[in-house]
């Protein structure tokens, strides 16, 4: 299957221009500011953001020596009550035993024009709240208060970390950004590679700035000897003069990111600037090189001992899998065995992660573990059963899409097992996938494979097998209208996994009657279900089902869809043109077999004409066929789509595709009195 990667995501290449920074400075908000009543550019924006500048600063510490610190000021308009939320805003802060950094907000105050005068209002200790967000990290948040429809608000944060790390810059948001500069000052002993993704990029400037280190030392001598007489202590001082690096990123009038349908994250499409760490070398010492390429990376986090070394313990399963695999022949076989129980064996506590936090043996002992627990003891079980398996590493849709070499780039691991038929990929922490059937959440382009050897290449993470949506519907109409009939709906593959999940957890009469909601208001009986706990097999549902809003009944003549409650009513396409790649997360075929009645005393006088859309590359087809044999009519209608991710070069296609097939669906069937 081919994939399309957006062709607008590249490598910033720096360059210099002539930049002069606007001047803005908090606490002087203007009358102009708090009297604008829409944004000039964007009079939908419910907010914009004014100006935000933030800087990342590495320095040194006569304590803790280089340390990253990042500084934000941030002046944010509110033009309607749906704004309120931007008034809010939350920091995350790593604080664990690896990494504890420092956050604090100052500043924070809320602009209001009242009797033509400006009325400030600051943020107290009360609109302050550190929370936990997980093990690894905290975050604080501000509520500011006395917020109206008009008000401005500002406030500066900081975080001092011990880490080398840069934080991305975003440049762009959901609301209009007049102003956003980022600075990084980076002393010449580190080398960071700065990478830009996006539409829109922001103008930069280089400078080079002359620095200097001053170490204080001081030192004790006795002056008589052998422990007598008095002491001395002389103080002392070295300079080390370096270069530094002053970055400055600007953009201006940067618009909103708009919402568009089937877009799988947002942010791998959102203007902004990363910085990997890339090399360190300090003075007399040997250079440290990080991240140069994947395959580095890759090599990297398999040697990380939460990683590499935990895919060779084997002792603490092997006794429950020889039981396991016993008369287990073939590679097939063998992999269902083992998937199930792993599955069965350790339940996902909700952590994400490629590598352990209990560690396999801890988590197979105390039956739950995080991704990185569950499916690297999965490889390793399928290791020891002799089949050629390795971990890979994978940046889920939440995460992003992983394109740039960097060991952040990825937050999950999955296996995969290479056969004679081609690579099986598994993951053990959701109770519904079966092999090469993965959770949506791991469908993000491509992972990264790493092999025992270290050694690493991409894997296409994408499905290229259709997913099935069977649909089998005998119904009659009667001359009120009423609509009585029964359904049969089989659901394959990745539609399978998605309907198991809804009904997980569900009894069955909240989910009947969020079904009978979600169809038209019908009445359902005799409702079941086959192949619910046999995850091999397509699940499929029966019901009967009779509804009073299926039809309309116009100067004695029935007017319906032929389609009912499946009916495609809205084209998810409305933009005139699509910034975003279309991911509709795996290729599927939805098929309907349909059977009508027409009442006693009716006869057709309208019926919809057969049609066929093809679009170019084999990219999707829809087919819609209804004859009529005396009172009965059958219809046969498929849509399918042959490609998971759609490129925007494709996109104008897409949309008059759906525009036509949603204006022959719509199409109605009209009987008449005989």
Request: with cysteine.
């Amino acid at each position: 299957m081919k994939i399309f990667k957006p062709f607008c995501l590249f490598i910033l290449l720096l360059f210099v221009s002539n930049i002069t920074a606007q001047e803005f400075k908090l606490g002087k908000v203007s009358i102009a500011e708090l009297q604008e009543k829409v944004h000039p550019k964007d009079t939908a924006a419910d907010a914009a953001i004014l100006y935000k500048k933030g800087s990342s600063r590495i320095e040194y510490s006569q304590n803790d020596g280089f340390m990253t610190v990042t500084e934000v000021e941030t002046r944010i308009k509110i033009y309607t009550k749906e704004g309120y939320n931007w008034a809010n805003h939350n920091v995350w802060y790593a604080n664990n035993s690896n990494l504890s950094e420092k956050l604090s907000f100052s500043d924070a105050v809320t602009y209001n024009l009242v009797g033509g005068k400006i009325e400030k209002t600051k943020l107290k200790s009360e609109g302050i709240f550190d929370e936990v967000v997980d093990k690894y990290r905290g975050q604080k948040k501000i509520t500011m208060p006395n917020v109206k429809e008009g008000s401005v608000v500002e406030f500066k944060y900081s975080i001092r970390s011990p880490s080398r790390m840069i934080r991305e810059w975003d440049f762009q948001t959901s609301i209009p950004v007049n102003y956003s500069e980022f600075v990084t000052y980076v002393p010449e002993y580190y080398t960071y590679n700065p990478r830009q993704k996006g539409y829109i990029f922001p103008k930069v400037t280089i400078v080079k700035n002359s620095k200097t280190i001053l170490l204080n030392s001081k030192e004790r001598y006795s002056t008589g000897g052998f422990g007598g007489g008095a002491t001395r202590t002389e103080f002392s001082q070295d300079k080390i003069d370096y270069k530094e690096t002053q970055t400055t990123y600007v953009g201006e009038n940067f618009p909103a990111m708009k919402e568009e349908s089937f877009v799988n994250n947002i942010d791998n499409y959102t203007s902004s600037i990363q910085h990997e760490l890339s090399m360190v070398q300090f003075p007399n010492e040997p250079m440290k090189l990080f991240s140069a390429d994947w395959n580095s990376v890759a090599k990297t986090i398999y040697d990380y001992d939460t990683f590499g070394p935990e895919l060779n313990k084997t002792g603490y399963f092997e006794n429950d899998l020889k039981v396991i695999l016993a008369g287990k022949d073939t590679p097939e076989e063998k992999i269902i065995a083992i998937l199930n129980h792993a599955k069965s064996s350790v339940k996902w506590n909700g952590y994400y992660g490629y590598d352990c936090d209990n560690g396999v043996k801890k988590a197979y002992k105390e039956k739950s573990g995080n991704v990185g627990d569950i499916n690297l003891m999965l490889t390793a079980m399928l290791r020891y059963s002799g089949l050629n398996a390795n971990p890979v590493l994978v940046s889920t849709r939440s995460n992003g899409i992983s394109l740039f070499p960097n060991r952040t780039a990825f937050n999950y691991v999955i296996a995969a097992v290479e056969t004679p038929n081609g690579t099986v990929l598994l993951d053990a922490t959701d109770k519904f996938s079966i092999p090469n059937i993965l959770p949506l959440r791991a469908l993000n382009w491509q992972g990264r494979l790493i092999r025992k050897d270290g050694t690493s290449e991409e894997i296409d993470l994408m499905p290229s097998k259709l997913s099935g949506d069977n649909v089998f519907i005998t119904y009659s109409i009667n001359a009120e209208g009423k609509v009585t009939g029964k359904t049969r709906r089989q659901y394959t593959d990745y539609n399978a996994l998605i309907t198991r999940g809804n009904i997980s957890g569900l009894k069955e009469e909240e989910y009947l009657e969020k079904l009978e909601n979600r169809n038209n208001k019908i009445e359902i009986s005799e409702y079941s279900r086959t192949n619910e706990k046999d995850i091999l097999l397509p699940i499929v549902e029966t019901y009967s089902f009779t509804g009073n809003n299926l039809c309309d009944v116009i100067g004695g003549k029935l007017y319906i869809n032929p389609m009912l409650f499946y009916t495609n009513e809205k084209n998810p396409f409305k933009q005139e043109v699509r910034e975003y790649p279309v991911d509709f997360g795996f290729p599927f075929a939805d098929k309907y077999n349909i059977t009508i009645e027409i009442p006693e005393g009716f006869s057709v006088e309208t019926l919809p004409t057969p049609a066929i859309l093809a679009m170019e590359d084999n990219l999707g087809t829809f087919k819609f066929n209804i004859a009529a044999n005396g009172n009965i009519l059958q219809l046969s209608v498929s849509h399918q789509i042959n490609d998971a991710i759609v490129g925007t070069d494709k996109y104008e296609m897409l949309k008059e595709y759906y525009k036509a097939m949603i204006a022959k669906e719509t199409e109605k069937i009209v009987l008449k009195r005989i």
